[in-house]
């Protein structure tokens, strides 16, 4: 079982920029990819980004591109999105999740990819 625990969400400015953490109990973290996905009232869980097991690559859904970085510290457990250049609508409850197949990549975009996920945290984007 692995246990996830997102952090650094809140309420910002356009434009703002904000750091998300993802925290992982997995003890074999640095063999497993990282996604992010994020949901919005009423909408579905979509793709934001992903990371390899070792951090070499990484993918982002197109709105993001450019203004939003994936990255992890596997030493702490850790992955991180670093979200710059914000827009409102960028709102919504932000989710890492890890696959349960180690040294796996191939569909991150998907939600199926995934077997463990966090609580999520709020990101606010106010105009």
């Known amino acids: 079982q692995v246990q996830l625990a997102e952090s650094g969400g809140g309420l910002v400015q356009t434009g703002d920029s904000l750091r998300l953490s993802c925290a992982a109990s997995?003890?074999?973290?640095?063999?497993?990819?990282m996604g992010w996905f994020r949901q919005a009232p009423g909408k579905e869980r979509e793709f934001v980004a992903a990371?390899?097991?070792?951090?070499?690559?990484?993918n982002y859904a197109d709105s993001v591109k450019g203004r939003f970085t994936c990255s992890r510290d596997n030493a702490k457990n850790t992955v991180y999105l670093q979200m710059n250049s914000l827009k409102p609508e960028d709102t919504a409850v932000y989710y890492c999740?890890?696959?349960?197949?180690?040294?796996?990549?191939?569909?991150?975009?998907?939600?199926?990819?995934?077997?463990?996920w966090g609580q999520g945290t709020q990101v606010t984007v106010a105009s």
């Open positions: 999740a890890v696959p349960r197949v180690m040294n796996v990549y191939y569909g991150y975009q998907n939600r199926g990819f995934y077997g463990y």
């Open positions: 997995a003890r074999t973290f640095s063999n497993y990819a």
């Open positions: 990371i390899s097991w070792s951090g070499g690559i990484t």
